[in-house]
T-cell receptor, first 113, second 116 residues
Framework: DAKTTQPPSMDCAEGRAANLPCNHS???????VYWYRQIHSQGPQYIIHGLKNNETNEMASLIITEDRKSSTLILPHATLRDTAVYYC??????????????FGKGITLSVRP | DVKVTQSSRYLVKRTGEKVFLECVQD?????MFWYRQDPGLGLRLIYFSYDVKMKEKGDIPEGYSVSREKKERFSLILESASTNQTSMYLCASAPTVWTGSTYTQYFGPGTRLTVL
């Protein structure tokens, strides 16, 4: 079972910031938070990850609460091409087949013109 | 950037046929994965390989086999295709990591296989 909870869907207007929430209340100290997205009929795409500090890259920002029980992925200026299913995953070091990623249902982001 | 390619985007096969799905990555990653994705079931791991000629079964290996003769190439084989193997197949690769390191998988575009 996935260790994260996300709302099923949300939408935002093109050009505005999209804030995607994720709850991971049972996260352990050595688990990272990862975000992937999957555009329709394509493979999942890595976006960003973090442990406890906020992170930013060219795609997005990741804000992790101080208690690490929740996080928010921020797309600062959403475009129509950002319409996708976004997956929040918690994961730690593992070997072999246990290093597989477990994707939950994700949140469907719809960016409207 | 890491690039993972899969041999076909769409494939239609008949029941009983032997099917080969190929995956190639260009980043010298040790680890490669085959998943299938079905509506409502998420991604499920079929097989994993951590080195040339090495493999481990995932959660749903029945009806599948794999081959990894070269580091960059990981093949999924359906020995005798059945209709319940109609699915989206996703290949991924990842570098070897160590305790305390992060772990990122890079996915190919997927192959949508239909078995008639």
């Amino acid at each position: 079972d996935a260790k994260t909870t996300q709302p099923p869907s949300m939408d935002c207007a093109e050009g505005r910031a999209a804030n995607l929430p994720c709850n991971h209340s049972t996260i352990s100290g050595n688990e990272y938070v990862y975000w992937y997205r999957q555009i329709h009929s394509q493979g999942p795409q890595y976006i960003i990850h973090g442990l406890k500090n906020n992170e930013t890259n060219e795609m997005a920002s990741l804000i992790i609460t101080e208690d690490r029980k929740s996080s928010t992925l921020i797309l600062p200026h959403a475009t129509l091409r950002d319409t996708a299913v976004y997956y929040c995953i918690v994961s730690t070091f593992a070997t072999g087949a246990n290093s597989k990623l477990t994707f939950g249902k994700g949140i469907t982001l719809s960016v409207r013109p | 950037d890491v690039k993972v390619t899969q041999s076909s985007r769409y494939l239609v096969k008949r029941t009983g046929e032997k099917v080969f799905l190929e995956c190639v990555q260009d980043m010298d990653h040790e680890n490669m994965f085959w998943y299938r994705q079905d509506p409502g079931l998420g991604l499920r791991l079929i097989y994993f390989s951590y080195d040339v000629k090495m493999k481990e079964k995932g959660d749903i290996p029945e009806g599948y086999s794999v081959s990894r003769e070269k580091k960059e190439r990981f093949s999924l084989i359906l020995e005798s295709a059945s209709t319940n193997q109609t699915s989206m197949y996703l290949c991924a690769s990842a570098p070897t990591v160590w305790t305390g390191s992060t772990y990122t998988q890079y996915f190919g575009p997927g192959t949508r296989l239909t078995v008639l």
